[in-house]
């Protein structure tokens, strides 16, 4: 996680290099090359999101509701580009996701 | 799949041809400012200010692209989490909703190409010369509509929103699929929830859910 924060940026600094050290001794290049692919191919993504204005889709706002509510993530400017409303009747009942609220998947652990 | 070395060169070598609505020339100055924007003074105060409204200065004309577009790359790459549409439309009305769509694109795929370089700790690659001269062809595809973003996109199909999102500029979208997939999804291997890398799916998925949380970004 420190080397998401320190790479988001796409920039260099002291801590990145530190960040990217550490990150190294324990998954090594491969592991260091997928967490790095995946910083950089969501930093396009979020540029195209973004920039494009989509939103988000009608099964997804549904199952998503309670995890946006709990982290905040409606206080996001995209959030304007979904109607809340838009949802999918067929995602509405929780059995038919795997988990009821954010505190359950993490707790599967 | 494909290395992601070799496919992050081919995204720098589609750059530099010919668009759907762009010449090379301007593919590259946009990705050019795409990365100029991580040093930019201007970008940094507009990312400071409380609103992104409230800096009123407009970036020069550059050599190929106008003020606007060149403005447009740099929120882009500055600060994607606070535009707008009525932003967006009026850049629009300007350049146009498929050149407005390409510059979202080309922004995209260099901000993947440069963000790569830097986390593995490797130097920018060189951004290349244009290897076309010819002038883009300029057609809209007959198969997209309004799907309720701030641009057309495909109607065709089932897809989810974020994959058709560039389908208004072909040439473009197929340099950025291709890019997901190599850097992320892997084909079919997107739709299993064990995955067989270096880092296991919730682990990829935590380091992308940190990275577009940080970058305030809704979807």
């Known amino acids: ?104 998947l993490f707790s599967q652990q | 799949m494909e290395p992601i070395a070799d496919r992050l060169l081919q995204a720098r070598e589609d750059l530099a041809a010919v668009g759907d609505w762009l010449a090379a020339e301007q593919r590259l100055e946009a990705w050019q400012h795409t990365r100029q924007s991580r040093s930019n003074e201007l ?25 606007t577009a060149i403005d447009v790359v740099h929120r882009l790459a500055s600060d994607s989490g606070r535009l707008t549409r009525s932003w967006a439309e009026g850049a629009m009305t ?62 065709e199909g089932s897809r989810a929103n974020v994959s058709r999102s560039l389908s208004l500029v072909p040439t473009t979208d197929r340099t950025w699929r291709s890019l997901v997939d190599s850097l992320y999804s892997h084909g079919e291997e997107f739709y299993e929830l064990e995955w067989d890398r270096a880092l296991n799916r919730a682990q990829v998925e935590l380091v992308a859910a940190r990275t577009t949380s940080l970058l305030e970004c809704f979807y």
């Not at chain 1, 067929?90 to 009821?100: K, L, Q």
């Not at chain 2, 970008?43 to 003020?67: E, F, K, V, W, Y």
């Not at chain 2, 993947?112 to 076309?132: I, K, M, R």
């Not at chain 2, 809209?140 to 057309?152: F, I, K, Y």
């Open chain 1, 1 to 104: 996680m420190a080397f998401a924060a320190e790479a988001f940026g796409g920039r260099e600094s002291p801590a990145l290099d530190k960040a990217r050290e550490q990150l190294l001794a324990i998954v090594g290049v491969d592991g260091l090359r997928d967490a790095a692919a995946t910083i950089a191919v969501f930093n396009g993504l979020v540029r195209v999101a973004d920039g494009t204005g989509i939103q988000l889709d009608p099964n997804l706002t549904t199952a998503s509701a309670q995890a946006r509510e709990e982290l905040g993530l409606n206080r996001f400017a995209g959030s304007a580009n979904t109607d809340p409303a838009n949802t999918d009747p067929a995602n509405t009942d929780p059995a038919n996701t795997e988990f009821s609220s954010i505190h359950e």
């Open chain 2, 43 to 67: 970008d940094a105060r507009r990312r400071q200010a409380l609103s992104p409204h409230s800096i009123s200065d407009m970036h020069p004309a550059g050599q190929t692209l106008s003020a």
């Open chain 2, 94 to 155: 300007e350049l146009g909703e498929e050149v407005y769509t390409e510059l979202v694109g080309i922004s995209a795929i260099a901000s993947v190409v440069d963000v790569y370089a830097v986390a593995v700790g490797e130097a920018l690659l060189q951004l290349p010369s244009p290897t076309s001269s010819s002038e883009p062809a300029k057609l809209r595809p007959t198969t997209v509509g309004d799907v309720g973003a701030w641009v057309s996109q495909s109607v």
